[in-house]
């Protein structure tokens, strides 16, 4: 069983799900119009619940999360902040994180940070200084209507018939709430290639990384437009001598839905 919790981060009504028992993990989401930690997580949700300790939380600005009130709007520093906050939630002793998309690279800022932080499993990652690409450009765009949100999230998966009219209007939905479409346009704001940059796993972070032996699973799909594997996952790996990398065929970039199994068997390898 999940709850549905709020807690108060720097000022900030931040939303996140707890449920199960085990060893603890914080679990982050991607950036995009509409995500949130359910859009991106879902079906792997109450699998993992059977095992561990869950805190899966909504990033500020996202899902049911407040929004931030000043510039900037896309804000890893104050991600991160929130990710060693929610640390503080967790049982003492040591834990997880799993993240997907911008949250890998967060969870990884935010495990270089902490001696909490043992093991890191990252989905479809970020975290390098990559070319924009037209599919995660046209993703952080603002849609104009739903055929756009399908069209941009018809990039997020290797077959685009995956894209159900649930997942649409689930993320519509959060489009549609009073003012956010303005606020998600202004957090996107171009040039965008300033967001893949921002998210840059830094040399003191890979430093701290391999200085504590953070064990670190990474899985990513070989047909993810958004974020291709050779030039994230697999370039990141290469600073981190120690990391597990676990390539999917056929898999687009919203893994842990399209892929749900291939993600849990990972899961389950890195947290036991």
């Known amino acids: 069983m999940i709850e549905s919790r709020h807690t108060d981060i720097h000022g900030y009504d931040v939303h996140y799900w707890e449920g199960g028992k085990g060893f603890p993990v914080l679990m982050l989401h991607g950036v995009g119009p509409g995500t949130s930690i359910m859009g991106n997580f879902e079906p792997a949700i109450a699998p993992l619940t059977d095992r561990y300790h869950l805190f899966a939380s909504d990033l500020i600005g996202f899902g049911g999360s407040g929004r931030k009130s000043d510039m900037p709007l896309f804000d890893i520093d104050l991600w991160i902040r929130q990710g060693v906050a929610l640390l503080d939630l967790l049982p003492d002793g040591p834990c997880g994180i799993a993240g997907h998309s911008m949250g890998g690279a967060l969870s990884m800022k935010i495990a270089a940070t902490s001696d909490r932080v043992t093991h890191v499993l990252t989905s479809s990652t970020v975290g390098t200084s990559y070319p924009l690409t037209p599919a995660l450009d046209a993703f952080w765009s603002l849609p104009a209507d739903r055929d756009e949100l399908r069209a941009a999230m018809a990039d997020m998966f290797a077959d685009p018939a995956a894209v ?65 594997a050779e030039q994230t996952t697999v370039e990141l790996a290469r600073r981190l001598p120690n990391a597990k990398v676990t390539l999917i065929e056929n898999c687009g970039h919203n893994l842990p839905r399209e892929n749900t199994r291939e993600y849990l068997a990972a899961a389950f390898d890195l947290f036991g």
């Open 164 to 228: 159900s009219d649930a997942m649409i209007e689930g993320r519509w939905d959060f489009l549609a709430q009073d003012g956010y479409a303005e606020y998600f346009g202004n957090m996107f704001a171009p040039p965008r290639q300033q967001y893949i940059d921002a998210g840059k796993v830094s040399d003191a972070e890979f430093d701290a990384l391999n200085a504590r032996g953070v064990q670190i699973s990474m899985i990513h799909g070989t047909e993810d437009k958004p974020c291709p």
